[in-house]
């Protein structure tokens, strides 16, 4: 039934509804710009039909109008329809529940399509930043208005329709993985856990993670996340650092985060797990499965649960590796790296239950 659902999508056949979005459906033609394009234009015949049930009058109509034709238009930056996203979500009333969810989904794959040097510099508006520097005086990242409703990891998962493209962006540097998109199996940023921190305290020196959260959500952390945020760019821009100089960087960074930044917290967990510390091996685990459930439960397509499901089972084996317990009998093999690790043994395992599921079926 799902895969009869995605073709019609892809298809043209029928736009998605934001929940199918949220549990990894693709968009419209699989394209966000042809997604946004329908919606913003069926909003638009709605509102025109029942005036009453539309946002802030006048405003909420021009920001639809705007976000359909810069939808249209393919040489609209991705930068310029995220602020577009944002207009509409501005003027969106605070009962519009649905139309709130579904441009959440498009603001954040619209901000994992961001190139990470572009976010850098965005409070630079004379030049590019100096993403390298560790002193000077940051300049305070601007608030971005927003529904008061609470970003979750399992609320968007992974818009990729071609997975191999998205990783091969990934590894170039032309795009930027989501946390989520790390539970899926994705690599650090140009495959380097130092590239991907580093750039990621650029993303929260630049205010580009504060996207889609009220400025409450932020009230009294700014300056202790901008902090430890310059201290962990400064120490990850070194090769010579090692698992001890960034973990507790990540750990105090963490700490300074407010209880609405989800996407922050597991990213910095993830990253703790990279770093080695068992605790967070196992919590990455159980947070795969735990997203895995959630996602099955919505009728997402198997192939994302499935790379859930080798997520937690590669970070079990990671952790099995070095059990002391385990001494005397058979433990899974180290990579050069824990992410290596749990990657290759988590999709080792479940390459080797699909070939077994596919023999008995045949």
């Excluded at 091969?168 to 540097?173: E, F, K, M, P």
């Excluded at 140009?190 to 305290?201: G, I, N, P, V």
């Excluded at 300074?256 to 919590?283: M, N, Q, T």
């Excluded at 192939?303 to 089972?313: G, K, R, V």
């Amino acid at each position: 039934m799902n895969s009869r659902i995605i073709s019609d999508i892809r298809r043209g056949r029928r736009l998605p509804k934001v929940w199918e979005l949220e549990a990894g459906f693709p968009f419209y033609w699989g394209s966000i710009r042809a997604d946004m394009c329908i919606w913003a234009e069926r909003m638009l015949r709605r509102e025109r039909e029942e005036p009453d049930t539309g946002g802030d009058g006048s405003g909420y109509v021009a920001a639809l109008h705007s976000l359909r034709d810069g939808a249209r238009d393919p040489r609209t930056a991705d930068q310029h329809l995220l602020e577009l996203v944002r207009q509409v979500v501005d003027a969106l009333p605070p009962w519009a529940l649905i139309e709130h969810r579904r441009c959440q989904v498009y603001l954040s794959r619209l901000r994992a399509l961001l190139l990470p040097t572009d976010e850098e510099s965005r409070r630079t508006p004379g030049g590019p930043a100096d993403v390298n520097a560790g002193t000077g005086t940051d300049r305070q990242a601007p608030h971005v208005e927003a529904d008061g409703h609470l970003r979750h990891p399992a609320a968007v998962a992974p818009q990729a329709n071609d997975p191999p493209e998205r990783m091969r962006d990934i590894l170039a540097g032309r795009g930027w993985p989501e946390a989520i998109e790390l539970l899926h199996g994705m690599p650090f940023f140009k495959d380097s856990l130092h590239e991907d921190m580093r750039h990621y305290a650029g993303r929260l020196l630049g205010g580009i993670e504060w996207d889609g959260y009220k400025p409450d959500d932020w009230n009294g952390c700014e300056a202790s996340i901008n902090h430890h945020a310059r201290h962990l760019r400064q120490v990850a821009s070194s090769r010579a650092s090692t698992q001890w100089d960034l973990s507790p960087i990540v750990d105090r960074l963490m700490l300074a985060f407010p209880a609405a930044y989800h996407e922050g917290w597991l990213r910095c967990s993830y990253y703790r797990a990279a770093l080695g510390v068992r605790e967070a091996k196992i919590d990455i685990a159980t947070t795969a499965v735990s997203l895995a459930l959630v996602s099955a439960e919505a009728g997402s397509p198997p192939e994302a649960d499935c790379q859930l499901i080798a997520t937690a089972l590669g970070w079990l084996a990671d952790v099995a590796a070095g059990d002391p317990a385990l001494v005397g009998q058979p433990r899974p093999i180290r990579c050069d790296a824990p992410a290596h690790t749990a990657r290759h043994h988590g999709q080792l395992l479940v390459d080797n239950m699909r070939m077994r599921l596919r023999r008995g079926g045949s």
